[in-house]
Every structure is written in C-alpha cells, then in structure tokens.
C-alpha cells in the first residue's frame, strides 16, 4: 500500500544509519542492490556496506563523455546515473522461458520455476522511477503480463535518493520526471550535510523506518534538503520540447535530418542498451548436442540492429536512416498510443554513452526548426518496437 508524501512526517537519519538501513535490508531477506565503482564507472550491483558506495566521487557527463572526479566532500550520492539501470534486475537481459524434453511418451514441455532474490533498490533516481513505472506499463499493464518481469517487480523494495546535483546531460524537468522522487518508492533519500532527510512512501517503507535510527527533521533541515534538491533543478541546461513532439515526428517521416543524423549514427546499440525504458528481445531456440533437450531464450535485443526487423524472408528496416528513425519516433510518439506515456524519462544515458555524442533533444530541435510535413499522424501505425 502506497503513503501520501505529503502527510507523512521526514524524519532526519544520522550519516551512519545508512548501514543500518543495507543490514535491515539484508535481515529482511532482500538482496541490496546499489551503487559501486566498476571499470571507472558508476554501475549497480550487489552490495554490503557502506563502504562498497561510490563516497566522495562524481561524474561529469557530456555527449558522448563520461568521466569520474573526485568530489571534495564525502557524499554518498554525489552523481548522477551511469550505464547501467535498474531493469537488468527486473527485465533481465537473459532468460529461459520454455524447456523441451523428448520422452517415450513424446515431447514434455515445462516451464522454469523461476525463483529470483527479493531485491532491494538503493539510490534510485526520479527518473528511474519513471522508467520503472513505464516498464510496468509495458510488462503488466496490458492483458499479457510478463511473469518474469511481474515476480521481480512484485518482490523489490525500492529507497529513492533525490537528486542534489544533476549532469549537462540530464532533460528530466522537461519530461516531467523528476528531479524530485514524489512516488513509486517505499522510502527516499535526500542527502544533506547533517545526514538524510527519509520519507516513506509506502506501507513497508514505514515499517522499515520504525528500525532505523531516525527522528522528526526540525523546519530547518527540511529547508536544507529543499536547497539541496533545488540544487538539481538550477543546474538542468537540456531541454526537449514535449507539446505537440508526437505529431510532429509522426509528421515528418521523410524529413532530410533523418539522413543527416543517419551520416553520424554508427547503429552500435548502445543508446537503447543503456536506456532504463527500451525493452526491445529477441528469443531463439536452444538444443543440446543429442537434440532431446531445447530451451527457448530471451535476450535484450536492438532495433538498431539490422536482424531485428527481419521477417518474411527480407529485412525492414535495412539502413541506418530506417532504424534511428524508428528507434526515435517510438520512444518519443508511438509510445503514447501504445502506452500512453512516453518513453523517454530525461536521464540523458543515451547522450552520455552515444560513441559520437549523438543528442535525441538536438535532433528533435532539428525537425522542429525546419518541418515538412508528410503525412497525417494519425494515419501512421509504425508503432512496434
């Protein structure tokens, strides 16, 4: 069950009950996932203690730059995001769906007993939390539920952390993301000088708080959580222009930047590798060398990817022009006729982590500056991922 942000009371937590919060965590059952240092980058993965956080270091993010600094003060969550999101533990990259077993009887088929950790989140973002949200769109909010997915989903306890400082490439305000956490949470986290400012947002989240050593946050340290977060907003330079964005892409499917941006783009996957919403797969079909055993996988997969739109015999989408347009007009348009969201959550992965810094908010402005228009929007129906 879901708390009211509004009415339940922030409570200030000392520096170091942020170890209590990972033990009380682990002595629930979950396994804390968090932030760490991995091959000179933030990443998210099992953790301990404290001491496997990212204390005292940054990123400084820029198109197609990612880099780590030291901070000079010793804050836990003094970055933003890196190449990794939280849906690899939810949407995992690989899975087995289906099993195959040739008998006397003929061909048994099973599926997994799947039975995956309790996660437990710590220090996801505000526009992670959309992410998540629209990932739920996709795997539960239809008639055909991913019980891969909803298990995950169903078990995860989540502690938010608000952002106090965002990256040149960070676009949440304009998708109405964040950077403030306001639900989809079952606590949240605003680091301060004096500790963490904690709110609860769900049932569970205020069980939680009852076991930490927490007490009511005086008037001035809320002020100074909400300069903190304000911090994050002053900082956000990046802007994507919303209102009316569907119809106009959806308009402009012959528009000559679709080429232009093709000349750069290499179709190297990694924009939809990092990005916390595509969920773009592909399955095959797994034999054992005597061939009495099959096991049908799933693995993420791209539409920039030149396989992916192959069927009947022929590829759909064989150029790069074809498959960046696509990979674009869906997050950005179709998505709202599929889901009825965007799919796009502003956290910039996509521009950070793009080899020749490809920017989506440049290429949008682009259109939008020169558009010609091509067809009626809702006579268009290239909506599949």
Not at 38 to 58: C, H, K, N, V
Not at 205 to 227: C, F, I, K
Request: glycine share 8%; proline share 7%; charged share 25%.
């Amino acid at each position: 069950m879901t708390v009211d942000v509004t009415s339940s009371p922030p409570f200030l937590m000392p520096p170091e009950g942020l170890q209590a919060l990972i033990e009380q965590l682990a002595r629930l059952g979950y396994h804390v996932i968090g932030p760490t240092i991995d091959q000179d980058a933030i990443t998210y993965q099992p953790i301990d203690s404290t001491d496997d956080l990212p204390r005292g270091w940054t990123d400084v993010q820029e198109a197609g730059r990612y880099r780590l600094e030291r901070r000079d003060d010793e804050a836990y969550f003094g970055y933003v995001v890196g190449p990794h999101s939280w849906k690899q533990y939810l949407f995992p990259p690989h899975a087995v769906l289906a099993t195959a077993d040739r008998t006397e009887d003929g061909w048994q088929m099973q599926t997994p007993d799947d039975d995956p950790p309790r996660f437990a989140f710590l220090g996801v973002r505000a526009c992670e939390l959309a992410a998540i949200a629209v990932q739920d769109r996709v795997f539960t909010g239809g008639p055909y539920v991913d019980p891969i997915y909803q298990q995950r989903r169903d078990a995860a306890f989540i502690v938010a952390v608000n952002c106090t400082l965002a990256a040149p490439t960070c676009f949440c305000t304009s998708m109405g993301t964040g950077p403030r956490c306001t639900s989809g949470f079952d606590l949240a986290l605003t680091e301060t000088a004096d500790g963490f400012i904690v709110e609860a947002g769900s049932d569970a989240g205020t069980d939680l708080l009852d076991r930490l050593p927490v007490r009511r946050a005086t008037p001035e340290e809320l002020e100074g959580a909400e300069a903190a977060r304000q911090q994050a907003v002053d900082q956000i330079e990046r802007s994507m222009p919303t209102e009316g964005l569907r119809d106009l892409l959806l308009n402009n499917l012959e528009h000559p930047h679709w080429k232009d941006v093709a000349e750069r783009c290499l179709s190297c996957t990694n924009c939809t590798m990092v990005c916390p919403t595509c969920f773009c797969s592909t399955v095959t079909e797994v034999a054992d060398l005597t061939g009495d055993h099959v096991e049908r996988h799933r693995q993420w997969d791209s539409c920039f990817n030149i396989d992916f739109s192959y069927m009947n015999g022929g590829v759909v989408r064989n150029d790069i022009r074809s498959r960046f347009r696509q990979w674009l007009t869906h997050k950005l348009a179709s998505w709202h006729d599929q889901f009825d969201t965007s799919g796009c959550v502003g956290c910039g992965r996509c521009i950070t982590w793009c080899p020749v810094g490809i920017d989506l908010t440049e290429e949008v402005a682009a259109i939008a500056g020169a558009p010609q228009r091509t067809q009626p929007a809702d006579t268009v129906r290239e909506s599949a991922p």
